[in-house]
C-alpha cells in the first residue's frame, strides 16, 4: 500500500510539471496531439476512480475543453479528488476483485475473456497508463521545440517528494 500511495503522490506531481511544461510553452497553440494524450489520460484515471468507488462512469467530451487550461483543471480536480478518497483504500479494498465495465471490449480484443483484476491491479494499470502517456506527451513536447520537464519516480524522490505546483 505504501508504495501505491506514494507512486500516486508521484504521479499528481509529474502530472502537474508536465502540465505546467505545456501551459507555459511558447511552442504550445493547442496542439492537438498533447490536448488527446492529456484527455485520454484523465478520462481513463477518471474511469477507473469511478470503478473504485463504485460510481457510473460519466466523461464530458474533449470537445467540452475550450482551452488547455479548462483541461489542466480537469486534471487537477481528479488528483485532488484521488487524496479525499485515500483514507478509504485500506489493505482490504485494495485485495477487492474488481469489475471493470470495458473489459468485455478487451475480451474481443484478446479473444478470450479477462481474468479477475484486483483494485490494486488496477491501481498499478493506471499509474503505468498515465507514466506512458506522459512520456508521449513529453515527446511530443520535444518535437515542437519546447523542453519536456523531468519526471522520472527517482528525481521526485531525490527532490524530497515535493507535493505539485498546478499553474
Known sequence: M???KDLFF????????VWDAVLTSDHIADDARIID????????QRAFMAVWTNNPIAMPKREHFVSLQQLADWG???????????????TTRLE?????PWSRFMEQRMG????????????????QHSTY?????NARLREIGAEPPLTDYITW???????????
Open 96 to 100: 477487492e476483485v474488481m469489475s471493470v
Open 10 to 17: 508521484h504521479m499528481h506531481w509529474a502530472d502537474a510539471q
Open 2 to 4: 505504501k508504495y501505491i
Open 76 to 90: 487537477r480536480t481528479y488528483h485532488m479528488e484521488m487524496m479525499e478518497l485515500w483514507p478509504s483504500f485500506d
Open 133 to 137: 502517456h506522459r512520456g508521449q506527451i
Open 112 to 127: 478470450r475473456k479477462p481474468d479477475t483484476v484486483t483494485m490494486e491491479e488496477t491501481m498499478l494499470q493506471v499509474l
Open 37 to 44: 494524450l492529456f484527455y485520454h489520460v484523465h478520462s481513463v
Open 157 to 167: 524522490l531525490w527532490l524530497g517528494r515535493p507535493a505539485p505546483e498546478w499553474k
